[in-house]
């Protein structure tokens, strides 16, 4: 049996899965600092803040991993696709630090990359396939 290889998926997952890793501690370690808050935000804004970082990841990464698998096992080229992956990732760790120093503008780009690179996966993706069924 041939096993598929999806190298520059498979990298960006173990680079978003350590992101991940590292944004849960945080939420850890602020609940714990608040007394050992298990749920909701005990109203803290900063608590609140990396929630929503970590929830952020967990809400967009999977789509667009499996966006970018399905275009690697396509065929799609491999400077778009890590060109993708580069500019995905520097997106979400500006999101990230974009929720702790409470800047808007430093996550800017994080959100305007996400969706390019969501529209332009997406219009890829439709004309591929509808290519191959026309």
């Not at 789509?63 to 060109?83: F, N, R």
């Not at 990359?113 to 529209?119: A, D, K, M, P, T």
């Amino acid at each position: 049996m041939n096993a598929m290889s999806l190298p520059i998926t498979a990298s960006l997952t173990g680079a978003l899965l350590i992101l991940l890793v590292l944004l849960s501690a945080m939420v850890t370690e602020r609940r714990a600092r608040l007394g050992g808050v298990q749920f909701g935000d005990a109203d803290d804004t900063t608590l609140r803040a990396r929630i929503r970082a970590h929830a952020n990841l967990v809400e967009i990464a999977p789509i667009v991993l499996i966006a970018m698998a399905l275009m690697e096992i396509s065929g799609a080229s491999q400077i778009l696709l890590l060109c993708f992956a580069g500019v995905f990732l520097l997106g979400r760790l500006l999101h990230a630090l974009r929720m702790y120093v409470g800047n808007p503008f430093v996550g800017l780009f994080s959100i305007i990359s996400q969706h390019v690179i969501c529209l332009w996966s997406g219009v890829w993706l439709l004309h591929y396939y509808a290519s191959l069924v026309i």
